[in-house]
């Protein structure tokens, strides 16, 4: 059987800058792949290609074999019409570090927007549903806050519940922990901790070394755009080959 | 110290509004400066508004008895009417086209963004009346609007001549809005967070699901007030077709104080008129507003009372 997800040399340039240089990632079903590195080593924007919110300028992605918003044809890739990439990205649930909840709806209107908007879901039904994931990430007694009145921790849960509620087959997580308090870092990290354990594959853009160790299936170390080391969390974190790695864990430790 | 012998900080607490508490100060009063200047200023402008409101009543050059008479005359009903009509027509046609130079404004196609610019350029550019009286004597210029493929063949083809004032007065109004309002709904979707509509594209929704459904709600908050503004503006404006002789409400009462020369009288019941439909925009921009703010209202309140589930 294939990778659950596959990018295939990527390679995406802002400017002059090359943020992400020809960088090949496989990922298995129910993996756990953390992405590490320097802020600049372009670990964000390798997240932000595999949806393809950032447009890789060459490479491709794919899901279960399926190409991101291209098709093979005569041997080229061409464009497909911007509603398949939307289909296709219901594949791919994603968090991001300013949570980014939409203001003027409340949690369950948060969670249940998409269902609902994009796959015509029954209303009543997806309340529901909304609740359960809002229980699972323990924000029962929050169902009907607006994000203006939780606090981050419990905003990045909700973020979390919603895009569950699309039931991905992959989550892609862009440091979801790097604007929050440090006494609220915990309640995010358990909620994603459960998650992978309950089997969701993921991919973790972080700066948590102790998540990347205990939770992270694979540790990728990236700088200047590039894949510069990944092995098992063992295998990097403990007893990295590359100078670069030593020396940016050395700091981190 | 009981709060008995001291009178003084309960009522100040009361004053405000503050539930009174039963408990001694802690400590001595508080007592507030008295602002002098801020009393003076007050008792002057007190007396500045008396005086108005009182040569208003005294002065018999208004003649009130016939702002009375010609108030709700039918010449002048029918010009109230008039201006809505236009105000509301040249409005929607005008948002209409505003929201999509807006797009056109933001849009990845650089002709596309140059296009939008010539328009709020030009229309921008074009004081109203001029564009008012050019319009109304586009017969000079094209005799036929074609409706069809340019240099091609036209479906149909407009005649200019026979225009109407009023159909003249719509399009001009139409796209002087249009210019101006495309920049707010341009500015205001630009002040959404691009986070809101990254979120909506990862969840799968389409880019026009998005503007609708997650930028349009947050851009409207921004857009509301200069857009109501714009339209304030608009229904006053609008008192410039008396030049190309449209009935509206202005051009109705020149119309009655030619004729019995009652001129002041007659331009204060045009006054009263622009006033009420004014203030009524007024009221309804502040129930819109109000309503569009519960959400974010709400935010400082919830957060005591834990919600069960």
Redesign the interface.
């Known amino acids: 059987m294939t990778a659950l997800l596959e990018a295939h040399h990527l390679r995406k340039a802002f400017g002059h800058v090359v943020a992400v240089d020809d960088v090949s990632l496989e990922v298995e079903r129910g993996e756990v792949v953390c992405l590490i590195g320097r802020s600049g080593s372009g670990k964000s924007t390798v997240l932000r290609c595999l949806?393809h919110?950032d447009p890789p300028d060459e490479g491709w992605v794919a899901v279960e074999d399926e190409i991101l918003g291209y098709e093979r044809r005569g041997g080229r890739l061409r464009q497909l019409p911007?509603?398949t990439l939307?289909?296709?990205?219901?594949q791919?649930?994603?968090v991001?570090q300013?949570f980014?909840?939409?203001?003027?709806l409340t949690a369950t209107e948060n969670v249940i927007?998409?269902p609902i908007?994009?796959l015509r879901r029954n209303r009543a039904e997806q309340v529901e549903r909304a609740?359960e994931l809002l229980?699972r990430v323990g924000l029962?007694?929050?169902?009907?806050?607006?994000p203006?009145?939780l606090s981050g921790g419990e905003q990045q849960r909700v973020?979390i519940a919603?895009?569950l509620a699309?039931q991905p087959k992959v989550m892609l997580f862009d440091e979801p922990t790097s604007a929050l308090d440090p006494e609220l870092v915990r309640e995010v990290l358990e909620v994603m901790q459960q998650l992978a354990e309950d089997g969701m594959t993921m991919v973790v853009v972080t700066h948590e070394m102790r998540f990347a160790r205990e939770v992270g299936s694979r540790v990728v170390y990236l700088d200047g755009g590039r894949i510069v080391e990944q092995g098992t969390a063992e295998e990097v974190l403990t007893a990295p080959q590359e100078e670069r790695t030593q020396r940016f864990l050395s700091r981190m430790l | 110290m009981t709060s008995a012998t001291n009178p003084a900080a309960p009522d100040q607490l009361r004053r405000r509004g503050r539930p009174t508490p039963e408990r001694a100060p802690a400590t001595e009063p508080l007592v507030p400066r008295r602002h002098f200047i801020r009393t003076a200023l007050a008792i002057v402008v007190g007396v500045y508004l008396i005086a108005i409101v009182h040569s208003l009543i005294t002065n018999e050059r208004f003649n009130w008895p016939v702002v009375g008479r010609y108030l709700f005359d039918p010449l002048v009903l029918g010009g109230v009417l008039n201006t809505i009509l236009l105000t509301v027509l040249a409005m929607v046609f005008g948002l209409l086209l505003a929201f999509f130079v807006a797009q056109f404004a933001l849009s990845a196609s650089r002709l596309l963004r140059a296009a939008a610019l010539v328009f709020v350029w030009l229309f921008r550019s074009v004081p109203l009346l001029v564009l008012l009286l050019l319009l109304y004597n586009i017969g000079a210029l094209y005799e036929f609007i074609p409706v069809g493929v340019p240099f091609g063949p036209a479906i149909i083809e407009l005649p200019t001549t026979g225009i109407s004032a009023f159909a003249v007065a719509v399009i001009a109004f139409a796209f002087h809005e249009a210019a101006y309002s495309s920049e707010i709904i341009r500015a205001s979707i630009q002040s959404v967070p691009r986070g809101q509509a990254e979120a909506a594209m990862a969840l799968g929704m389409s880019g026009s699901r998005t503007m609708v459904r997650i930028v349009l709600p947050s851009a409207i908050r921004v857009a509301l007030p200069p857009l109501m503004n714009q339209l304030i503006m608009m229904l006053k404006g609008t008192s410039i077709v008396a030049f190309i002789a449209f009935p509206d409400l202005l051009f109705s009462v020149q119309k009655i104080y030619t004729v019995n020369y009652e001129v002041m009288p007659l331009l204060v019941v045009a006054s009263i008129w622009y006033f009420i439909l004014v203030s009524t925009l007024t009221i309804v921009q502040q129930l819109i507003e109000r309503r569009l703010a519960r959400t974010t209202r709400r935010r400082g309140t919830a957060a005591a009372p834990a919600v069960t589930a």
């Open positions: 949806n919110l911007a509603r939307a289909r296709q990205r219901r791919i649930g994603m991001f300013q980014n909840l939409f203001p003027y927007e998409a908007g994009v609740h229980h029962s007694h929050r169902i009907d806050a607006y203006g009145q973020a919603r895009a699309m």
